[in-house]
Structures are given as C-alpha cells and as structure tokens.
C-alpha cells in the first residue's frame, strides 16, 4: 500500500496540477511566515500568487512594504529550503 505523501504527487502530476499545488503551498507557507515574522503588519502584507518563479506580496502601506523588504532574504531562505519543488527566482512586493 502507497503512503500519501507518496500518492499524491504521483496523481497531480498525472492530472497536470502538481506545479500549481506545490505553488499554492509556497504562497500559504510564505504567508504564515510572515504573519510569525512580522505580527504587527500581518493585516497588511498579503501574499497573492507565484508567477514566473516569482513570488508577489501585495503591501498596504509604504511602512508594512519597507518592513517586509528587509526580511525578504529570510523568507526567500526558508521558502527555498522548505518548498524545494518550485523554483523561487525572486520576491516582488507591490503597494495595493
């Protein structure tokens, strides 16, 4: 008998939706870190998708966008160390 964590990724690649899952985990991991690492600002920094190995946080204010950049280089460390099926090229933080 197969282990899930087994299974399941053997059945999104056959459907064609493992990128997209592994995706969807690196944006929902990406933004619980940053709920850990910056408290204050968690209602302001939203993590929206990953587009072209690219991962876009959208920022409410100047202030929550200045201090998520300084801990982009922690994120993107443990994004890469914990989410190793998808290529992360970079972090791009956009004012909404």
Sequence with gaps: M???????????QRRGLH????ASLMVHQAQEWLRNALPQFARDLVVLHVKDSV??????????????HQVLSLLKEYLQRDCKHVTLEGIQITRS
């Design 19 to 22: 990128q997209q899952a592994t």
């Design 2 to 12: 197969d282990r899930l964590d087994t299974l399941l990724p053997k059945i999104l």
């Design 55 to 68: 991962l876009q946080i959208s920022a409410a204010n100047s202030i929550a966008a200045q201090e998520c």
